[in-house]
């Protein structure tokens, strides 16, 4: 490896290192401006690992969304990612279980991306421009309804009842817990699967694409074997990372940000040995 080529690598590992460090750093030292830095106990070592890889995520995104003068989406993504950790600080959640809190900017951020692309008309700005007719909308979409079909199965959701119960009795907190959430989680498990593709497609990307695949797997698989156990209560599952089953649908954040962080790797890496080469 020629001297230039291990410097590439130790910028890219500091990069790495630093980058997974701010979110939670910053959300510790609001803690103590709040005195609230009794919430921090770690409770779970896994989601303390999810919440560093969340905030090594927010900061790839950002730095594509700058490189493509997204400036919009980086103001949005940055506001969230300042204001949502003081938003929390008001709610007991240990460390431990905070990743969502590293991961909402970015999810946010995704969303409005491809609002700003579709508000200028401009589609480069992403590098979308050119979705190889269309398979990889075809599997993201096809993706989203089986996400779909699952959730339904899973809670044995009847429509038309959910909605008579809605009107009868539904609140603002009801609606939003309802139907905007997976209004959100749609088009982020169109994203999960139609993106791999598109790198594979255009890049030769194939780390994202593992890591579709496999996060697909598990979810099949589990689906499969708990079938028995359908519908489940309303105390199972949720919005939370892993697994993903029961609530398939609900569980984009993990995959989302493992895609970003291994593109950004694979990409790194090939960087890396054409300059060696």
Known sequence: MSKDSF????RIILYFITSALVLPSYDFFIGIVLGRTEIFGVSDP??????????????????KILENKMYFTAI????????LPVVYMQIPV???DRPLIYITPTIL??????????YRK??????????KTERSVQIGILHSILAIEMYV????????????????TGTLWSYLFVIIRQLIVIPLNFIIAAAPIYF???????????VFFTWFSIGAILFILKWDEYPVSLLSGGIGIFPPQPDYLLRPWLPLILIIVSWKLEESYRGEKEDSA
Not at 50 to 61: A, G, K, R, V, W
Not at 122 to 131: C, G, K, L
Not at 200 to 207: A, F, I, N, P
Request: proline share 1%; hydrophobic share 50%; with cysteine.
């Open 7 to 10: 410097s590439a690598s130790t």
């Open 46 to 63: 896994f989601s303390v690992i999810i919440s560093f890889i969340s905030s090594l995520c927010f900061f790839i995104f950002l730095e």
């Open 76 to 83: 949005i993504l940055c506001l969230s990612a300042l204001a």
């Open 94 to 96: 240990q460390f431990g």
């Open 109 to 118: 951020g995704v969303l409005v991306a491809f609002l700003e692309s579709f």
């Open 122 to 131: 401009n589609w480069r700005e992403i590098e979308i421009e050119d979705w």
């Open 153 to 168: 199965i899973n809670r044995g959701i009847n429509f038309t009842h959910l909605a008579s119960e809605l009107a009868r």
């Open 200 to 210: 594979y497609q255009k890049k030769k990307l194939k780390t994202p694409l593992a």
